[in-house]
């Protein structure tokens, strides 16, 4: 006979997490979102982010003259960068922003230029299989931290 020692903890009710669930949640996709600003959104304006994003091929007249310019030093990351002319659009994109968690989706609002259109902001936005990793490790681990400290809580009270 194999001997079993049994060891019991008093954990928060299932019912209080399940009421917590949607804050924390929240919480995680707010953390999660704001990395996504700080980390991966700054790597959408690399020459690196040609390959990595697939962005839409741009025009040899266009990369030529974008080369040009950038010898003038008026381009900036000389001409290699898809979505970087001047910098203006990147640096007010990183600048600020708004993070809106609300039930199943989170909002990242950010002001920006007008002449963003649909493909570049698609392009700027968009995120590799890396970074959709990186994305769920930090979820993952909010919603853990998060949940830790409730049933830390629920036990201290």
Known sequence: MI???????????????????PGILREAGAEMALDWHRH?????????ARRRHNHRPRSRRYKAKKRALARKGIVRKGGQADNVFSGATEQSLETLANVRPARGKITVSMIGPRYITRPV?????????GEEKRADRIMEAEITKRVKAFRKLKKSS
Request: cysteine-free; glycine content about 6%.
């Open 40 to 48: 991966t959104l700054p790597q959408a304006f690399e020459p690196s």
């Open 121 to 129: 902001g698609e392009e700027i936005t968009r995120m590799s299989r």
């Open 3 to 21: 001997p079993i020692r049994v060891i019991t903890v008093e954990t928060a009710s299932f019912e209080g997490l399940k009421r917590e669930m």
